[in-house]
């Protein structure tokens, strides 16, 4: 082929064709060839320095903090209330994997009831979306999170994602035409408390004389409970969660009494 045949072009180049294919020309016009943004809003010529930024978030990540904000309160609505509509969201538009959820220890058991009356299954994990998200591909499920804020959409992300949760917050407000403070309170969170005991060693939880036999008058009592070490210090973390207000309060200082007592 000729070298005069041999055109390497650049943006907006315009090349013709001329004598039958015999001859190649580069026309001194230019066609538009700026970058373009395509979003929701617009189609349009944008600025070099955006497109380079916009690369940039895209090599190096960037943080999306979403915030529900009740319109009746102007109060930040706390996540266990986003995830726990949502799993019943995604069960009736038939989105939801196994009829089942994930979410951790940490999740008030308020949501658990909830969820066992429209028959889906609660899966908890130890806290961290990592483990969240290990529960979710051994069970097949493919929505779970935790009250810290991550919620993980798998079907759309393996982590944690703010922009989809927001995108399935609208989405749930536009199908069922209401305000966030209407769609995100489907109950009430059953009362709880939180206990540290500064404790003189840290003897295995299942060696503490007396615990399981009080923890099991709790559990028939309709409590929840939740006993761990700190990783940092010398203290027991205790939890007891339940309806009733004056029994949890009661039986935390009981719980309390007993590991100062033993340990």
């Known amino acids: 082929m000729p070298e005069e045949n041999v055109v390497v072009p650049d943006n907006g180049m315009i090349i013709e064709i001329q004598d039958n294919g015999n001859k190649i020309v580069v026309l001194k016009e230019k066609a538009p060839s700026d970058p373009m943004m395509i979003d929701g809003f617009s189609v349009g010529d944008v600025q070099d320095v955006v497109i380079r930024d916009r690369q940039m978030l895209a090599q190096d990540g960037m ?11 102007g109060k930040l609505k706390k996540s266990p209330d986003v995830i726990s509509r949502g799993f019943v969201y995604l069960k009736q538009e038939k989105m939801l994997t196994n009829n089942g959820c994930v979410a951790t220890v940490m999740s008030n058991k308020a949501l658990e ?11 908890r994990t130890d806290v961290g979306d990592k483990y969240v998200l290990e529960k979710m591909k051994e069970t097949g499920i493919n929505f779970g999170g ?5 919620v993980i959409f798998a079907d759309a992300a393996k982590t944690g994602d703010g922009m ?4 399935q917050v609208l989405a749930m407000m536009i199908r069922s035409g209401k305000k966030a403070s209407q769609v995100l309170n489907p109950f009430e969170l059953y009362p709880q408390i939180l206990q540290n005991v500064t404790v003189s ?18 559990r028939s009592l309709g409590l929840r409970d939740l006993i761990r070490y700190s990783g940092t ?18 039986s935390m200082h009981e719980l309390a009494s007993l590991i100062k007592k033993e340990l």
């Open 146 to 150: 935790e009250q810290s804020g991550h």
């Open 113 to 123: 009831d909830y969820l066992n009356d429209y028959g889906i299954e609660l899966f």
């Open 233 to 250: 210090e010398n203290k027991l973390r205790l939890l007891l969660e339940g309806k009733d207000k004056e029994l949890v309060k009661q």
């Open 201 to 218: 060693q840290k003897l295995p939880i299942e060696q503490i004389d007396g615990l399981e036999e009080l923890l099991n008058k709790f």
């Open 63 to 73: 943080f999306v903090v979403i915030g529900t904000i009740d319109s009746k309160t």
């Open 164 to 167: 989809a949760t927001a995108l």
